[in-house]
């Protein structure tokens, strides 16, 4: 076994620099191109990111982490874990993925806590597993083909199960990876990535003892490559003295987000991730190289903290962002030629910017008043009648609007004519809904591409990229904006379409906001100041926008955290702290509203049992949430608020059109679990990605089924 190579990369982007796999993707789905066309553009990007690594100076290529869709289900393929109702279809990995007219697709869910989304795989009490390593094998030769010995990733056997919930199975997944490890030893191949992210999270001892057996038992195999886990996201904790008592000979630790290793790792290599694979910052190579230096290992190897498919390809593709801030950017490109400098030692860069000062002294958050007196204070001048019917924000966003706002940007649509169509489509929303019946009515966000990039573009501190797209499941991407320095709203940012909406009805209309947690969330943020002080931030800016808000007539404003789940950190003993942070921040954001003004929030998640004290603790006046698909689950843990509480009774996920009997039904099961007073109707989520016709067909059914159960109460 050659030693392992001195510097890598955990991972790469694979969607393409300027998305070639996003579009060849949607026009094989669509039939608009052959298979084969398909994997020749597979080929290419690999082809390109081989070439590129290479070229920078990078030792060790990984081969085996492009995906057409998703690396969890390339795992599951390569075990044979396909569920037999998939097997017939066309084709049996996108029918998984995507579904198919008659199936539906495999569930998705956040890898870890990135904004990624894996497929999670099924593996039912009969599912055999079987290995195919057509996949890991093709990308070895291609790569050599062209010159290059890589090293195949695949995820480990311990996180794959645990992410299927079935690591009782181990025993019965075991061959097949020991199966691919003689195959891949058979090939030439010197060293193989097993990915082992789940053991980053608090692990019981039984989890442990899984760890032992597998890591014992790959590393008995007679003839292998050298096994290299990798752990990312976190600190490896109790899991990494099991691991260094296995035959592994290398294991990848994220120095990043965890310290460095304590444990004896004598004879092992220890690949060090010191370039962050989780932002979009340089690398301080002082702090990189005195982490590197402190790690007691027979060898140290130097690598990214995690793969670096969770940021953009390369900061020379944005020409528009101000020099200042690409100097100090480093996207995969750059991130990995620090890798390479940081592996010769002979890392040279610009002095690091003085970190700015932390938000001074401690977090007041002034008070609203409880909760009855504020329902008091509302009810006087709301009138709303039981049972109110809502909205989550959005309606459909038409392409003209989305065309019209590029026109913009191209310089051949003025900024007023832009103007003028946003309001046409607000005035064509609020009739719809007087229409159909609603009682609070919403603008729907026409003026929005995106709930996080539109505030980030409105508010000081903050840049948006041009091509800066991360994955974030299949051929989906995002361009998260990026914050970089301190966060200020230099004016208000949604006043004026909250009140030209409100100009057009005497029904209540809802101002509409982004909470600070889901706009840090799914931005880029700023390393040099503790999270919670950048989140203390964005909570400043949206207060700001709040009391505006409130002074300009608005007298009902939701502040959405759909991503207050998602910073939830790995481990347990971190979680309260956040919790306690992100609440206050919210809290922060709200409490300047008078008690008059009713403040909704909306989570979109049915399994918030996890922070269920939290959304208790937004104290919000209303909160909707998902539960069309999850039942009255949802109503027995949220009905304890005491509060207003809105679980969708439609579900915005699927086109399907809600009977008014299914509505019913849902209401009625919602008013056995809650007092009258407190019950609001809903849909699920923002309808932005469903049709006009869809949306409005749900929503009279919505409407008529609510209109019954008034008649009912009033009888
Ligand atoms: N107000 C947003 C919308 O309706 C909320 C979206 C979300 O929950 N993700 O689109
Ligand atoms: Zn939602």
């Not at 009255?632 to 207003?644: P, Q």
């Not at 009977?659 to 849902?666: H, I």
């Amino acid at each position: 076994m050659s030693p392992f190579p001195k510097s890598t990369v955990l991972g790469y982007p694979r969607i393409g620099p300027r998305r070639e796999l996003k579009r060849a993707l949607e026009s094989y789905w669509d039939g608009r191109s052959s298979r084969a066309e398909l994997d020749r553009v597979g080929a290419g990007i690999r082809e390109r990111t081989w070439r590129r690594l290479a070229e920078l100076g990078l030792e060790g290529l990984p081969s085996n982490t492009f995906s057409l869709y998703d690396q969890v289900l390339d795992t599951a393929v390569l075990l044979g874990a396909v569920p037999e109702r998939y097997r017939a279809a066309e084709d049996p990995y996108f029918a998984m993925a995507r579904g198919t007219e008659g199936l539906a697709p495999l569930r998705m869910t956040k890898w870890f806590d990135t904004n990624y989304h894996y497929i999670v795989p099924e593996i039912g009490l009969d599912s055999a597993f079987k290995l195919d390593a057509g996949k890991p094998l093709g990308e070895v030769r291609q790569a050599r083909a062209l010159g290059y010995e890589t090293r195949p990733v695949v995820v480990g056997p311990v996180t794959f199960l645990l992410l299927a919930s079935a690591l009782d199975r181990l025993d019965d997944v075991l061959p097949c990876y020991e199966e691919l490890l003689a195959l891949l030893a058979a090939e030439g191949v010197e060293w193989v990535q097993l990915d082992e992210p789940a053991l980053v999270q608090d692990r019981t001892a039984e989890e442990l003892a899984a760890v032992r057996t597998a890591y014992e038992r790959l590393g008995s195999v007679g003839s292998r490559p050298g096994l290299f886990v990798a752990s990312y996201f976190g600190e490896l904790g109790e899991a990494l003295p099991v691991l260094a008592a296995t035959p592994v000979e290398a294991i990848g630790v994220d120095l990043v987000r965890g310290g460095v290793p304590v444990a004896d790792l004598t004879g092992k290599t220890v690949v060090a991730g010191v370039v962050s694979g989780r932002d979009v910052w340089r690398t301080s190579p002082e702090r990189a190289l005195a982490k590197l230096g402190a790690i007691e290992a027979d060898r140290v190897t130097v690598s990214t903290s995690c793969s670096l498919l969770h940021v953009p390809y390369d900061v020379e593709a944005e020409p528009d962002l101000d020099p200042a801030l690409r100097s100090r950017l480093a996207f995969a490109e750059q991130k990995v030629a620090e890798v390479v400098a940081l592996a010769a030692a002979g890392f040279l860069e610009a002095p690091l910017d003085e970190p700015s000062a932390p938000l001074a002294g401690p977090v007041v958050v002034e008070g609203r008043g409880p909760y009855a007196v504020r329902a008091a204070a509302q009810a006087g001048h709301l009138r709303l009648p039981p049972l109110p019917i809502t909205t989550i924000g959005s309606f459909p966003q038409t392409g003209e609007l989305r065309a019209a706002r590029a026109a913009v940007a191209a310089g051949t649509l003025t900024q007023e004519e832009y103007e003028r169509r946003v309001e046409a489509e607000i005035e064509r929303v609020i009739r719809v809904q007087e229409r159909l019946g609603l009682d609070v009515l919403v603008h729907g966000e026409p003026e929005r591409n995106d709930m996080v990039q539109y505030f980030a573009e409105h508010l000081h501190g903050f840049a948006v990229t041009r091509n800066g797209w991360v994955q974030s499941y299949g051929s989906r991407c995002t361009r998260p904006p990026i914050l970089h320095g301190d966060v200020r709203r230099p004016e208000p940012i949604t006043v004026r379409w909250a009140t030209y909406a409100q100009s057009l009805t005497d029904k209540p209309v809802k101002g509409m906001l982004t909470g600070p947690v889901t706009i840090v969330a799914w931005s880029f943020v700023r390393d040099d100041l503790p999270l919670r002080d950048v989140v203390f931030q964005v909570a400043e800016a949206i207060g700001d926008e709040v009391r505006d808000l409130e002074a300009a007539g608005v007298s009902i404003i939701q502040v959405d955290e759909p991503a207050l789940r998602e910073l939830l950190p790995l481990r347990r003993a971190a979680q309260e702290e956040y919790l306690e942070w992100a609440v206050a921040a919210y809290r922060r954001a709200t409490s300047g509203a008078s008690d008059r003004t009713q403040i909704h929030t909306h989570l979109c998640y049915s399994d918030a049992d996890q922070i269920l004290a939290a959304i208790d603790g937004l104290d919000a006046d209303v909160t909707t949430i998902e539960s069309a698909r999850s039942g009255a689950r949802i109503l027995g843990a949220v009905g304890s608020f005491g509060r207003g509480l809105g679980p969708g009774v439609y579900d915005i996920h699927s086109p399907r059109v809600p009977s008014a009997e299914e509505v019913e039904e849902l209401l009625r099961r919602t008013l056995r679990a809650l007092p009258v007073e407190r019950v609001w109707v809903n849909p699920d989520c923002g309808l932005k990605t469903r049709t006009y016709e869809q949306v409005e067909a749900a929503l009279a059914n919505v409407a008529a089924a609510t209109r019954k159960l008034r008649a009912e109460l009033q009888a």
